[in-house]
Every structure is written in C-alpha cells, then in structure tokens.
C-alpha cells in the first residue's frame, strides 16, 4: 500500500528546516533508518551536496540518515533499493527535467506503488500529482514532459497564497491562476498552504497541519476544506 506525505513546504517561519513536520516525520518513517533524498530541485542553484547536508541535518534530529541519489553510481538502482524517499523543494521545471534524463519516473512510482514512504516538499510535493503544471516556478529548464508520478489522482499547488486585501499589487492572484488552468485541464487542483501537508496511504487521503486547504474543481466555486479533512474523494 503506498504511503506517502506531501508538504507544501520544508520550512515555516519561525522555525529550523523541517522542524514543523519533524513529529510526524518520526511516525512516518517508524522502521526506517535510511532515506534516499533527491535533490535535483535545488533551490537557488545550490549543490547537490549542500542540498543534501541540509536534509541530513534535518533528519539526524530523528536519527534517520540521509543519503544523496547523487551519491550512487546507479540511480535507478538506488531507488529500487530505497527504504524511503524523500524529493526536496526548489524548481520544479529543473527536477523533472532530471527524473526524466536519468529514466527515474516509472521506477520511483513503482517502488512507491509497492509501499516504499515517500516524502515530498513544494517541488517533490508538486510531482506526486497528474501533471506538473500548477507549480509556481519560472521554466528554467524544458523538460521532455509536465507528466508527473500521479500517484494521487489530482494536481498540487504548494505554497498557496491567499490575495492580500491591504496589497496594492494588481497582478493576477494564484486562484487567477489556477483557473487559467482549468480553461485546458480538468484535472482537481489543491491549494497547499504553509504548514499543512497530506498523508496519504492507500486512496485514503487526509490533510494534516494548523491551516485549511483551498479545492479547486474545473467550473465550480473554489471550497475551503479544513484541516483533518478526508479528500479520499479526489482519488479515483
């Protein structure tokens, strides 16, 4: 049965990287010892190497070592050979991009299928759904497709932001957006904010986190959902 957690974000104001999720972090991955953190997102062009000491840092606090997917010879076969996963934020348009080159879509999907944890923030959150196309990053890179994992049968937009009543900005709002979206794609779009995530095992799926998720289905009114909210109604 596939087990995954999806988090609109690895950091939270006020708080150290992962700190927010740490406790269910810890319940999540009861057993494991050892993950295999993907970095291609790299946020702000940084190393992979630096990318993943900071996923280390994060996850010694619970006693789970983290290894790079860098660090192997075979990616292909550091997956299959993973006792839990986790795709860390950044671009998304440069993290697909490199599952695709280095041939790692199908096989991550399979051994999550198969019931290997998987863990993803904002980018590694964004490909867990149909497609990538509601993520919020600038396209720096073109990647042979937006197809993602769809190990849940609908779109994530992390970070989602609410419109600023006080704001003098005029440009279009992410609900602007996501409806922009809707004009091509029927696809269900969630709108993640800061500090809630999903967990999902099986087709069950349930928020988690202090705040409300925003629903946005093709041709109908946006709906709030509050947290601890079942939306195993999105799976097919």
Do not use: C
């Not at 006020?14 to 269910?24: C, D, H």
């Not at 041939?103 to 964004?126: H, M, Q, R």
């Not at 990538?132 to 990053?137: L, S, V, Y």
């Amino acid at each position: 049965m596939k087990k995954l957690l999806i988090a609109s974000t690895s950091t939270v104001h006020g708080k150290g990287y992962l700190e927010y999720i740490l406790p269910e972090l810890k319940l999540f991955f009861d057993g494991v010892s050892e993950i295999l953190f993907i970095p291609y997102a790299r946020p702000g062009g940084i190393t992979y190497d630096e990318y993943t000491n900071t996923a280390r840092k994060g996850f010694s606090v619970i006693n789970i070592d983290v290894k790079g997917i860098h660090e192997f010879e075979n990616p292909i076969e550091a997956v299959k050979k993973a006792k839990g996963i986790f795709t860390g934020g950044g671009n998304t348009f440069e993290l697909v991009s490199q599952l695709y080159k280095n041939k790692l879509i199908d096989v991550i999907k399979t051994v999550v299928e198969n019931g290997i944890p998987y863990f993803g923030t904002s980018a590694g959150s964004n490909i867990t759904g149909v497609t990538m196309k509601t993520t919020n990053d600038m396209p720096i890179v073109y990647p042979p497709s937006f197809d993602t994992l769809n190990l849940i049968d609908f779109n994530i937009n992390p970070h989602y932001l609410d419109p600023d009543p006080n704001s003098k900005h005029m440009g279009e709002t992410r609900e602007t957006r996501i409806k922009e979206f809707h004009k091509f794609n029927d696809t269900a779009v969630l709108g993640l904010r800061e500090g809630s995530w999903l967990r999902v095992d099986g087709n069950q799926v349930y928020l988690r986190g202090e705040l409300p998720a925003r629903l946005f289905l093709s041709n109908k009114t946006p709906q709030e959902l509050p947290t601890n909210s079942n939306l195993s109604f999105l799976m097919n």
